[in-house]
């Protein structure tokens, strides 16, 4: 297995800007990279939910990971989105991310139909045993209607490079249990995927968060697990605090769109989401810049 790094800190699954044809505008997400960077995050992450993956071909997927990945030119490793609906394509999206040098790769349950967990089990063993990159697995069965229950991450854990999960459930408890499920391994990465819970997903033992709002905030953060790590845990407590109305912020406008619409205000280039997703009206640009103002971004 190739790995060189250490799964854990925060990784923003960058948000996609696209030109008026909705292919991938390689100089915004350049810009996009650039900005979370200077935030100090600890990896980033291309292709994921906030970042639209579901909205491009193979084409377009290529080109987001080859431009995050020429972007960071080694600094922070890159996990690259490889989920697909089938087992084959989701290879096809593996080997090509491993070519183009990414560190790691992340993969979500298949959406739409619902594979037994002896199914989902194989899909996942066969996408790690295709590449010698480590595998993050993704949970966000409100996405994709599908789980990875603690029994099944157990089970997937005894296979060397899946290496850790992101998991995206307002329930803590599975979280906990994702935990207790792989503590079998000092390795193993439990991620948490809902900004609210980073400071309580490192009290309970876990690496820190694919973060979205890390795309806005990175500074922000980051301070979370950088105070945590440092045994400040007023300091990240406090600024897990400050980040709650910028996470309330998703529900101003259809997910992934505010992320992209916060990042333009801040005069990052993000551009428009891809449709059906529409952008949002001038009401509620002023609510975002009050919120940004309530941050300190603006």
Known sequence: MKKNFALNGIV???????????????????EVVKYVMDGGVHGILSNA??????????????????????????????????????????????AMAEKAGADALSVLTPMFIQPTEDELYDHFAAIAASVELPVLLYNNPGKTGNTISPGLLKRLSE??????IKNTVMDFSVTMKYLEATA???????????????????????????????????????DIY??????????????????MPLRDAYGLGTFPVMMKVMLN???????????PVGYVNDETIKKAEAILKQIGLM
């Open 12 to 30: 923003p699954p960058i948000v996609t800007p696209v030109d008026d044809h909705e292919n991938v505008d390689t100089a915004g997400l350049k």
């Open 49 to 94: 939910s906030n970042g639209e993956f579901y909205a491009f071909d193979f084409e377009n997927q290529k080109k987001s990971i080859e431009t995050a990945i020429e972007e960071v030119n080694g600094k922070i490793p890159v996990y690259a989105g490889t989920t697909a609906i089938t087992t084959r394509e989701a290879l096809r999206l593996g």
């Open 159 to 164: 296979i060397d490079n899946i290496c850790g």
């Open 184 to 222: 079998h391994r000092e390795d193993f990465a439990v991620f948490g995927g809902i900004d609210y819970y980073i400071y309580a997903t490192l009290c309970h033992g876990g690496a820190g968060c694919v973060a979205g709002t890390a795309n806005v905030a990175p500074r922000l953060v980051v």
């Open 226 to 243: 950088e105070s945590y790590s440092r045994g400040d845990h007023l300091g990240a407590l406090n600024a897990q605090k400050a980040l």
């Open 265 to 275: 205000i801040l005069g990052v280039k993000a551009g428009k989401p891809v449709k």
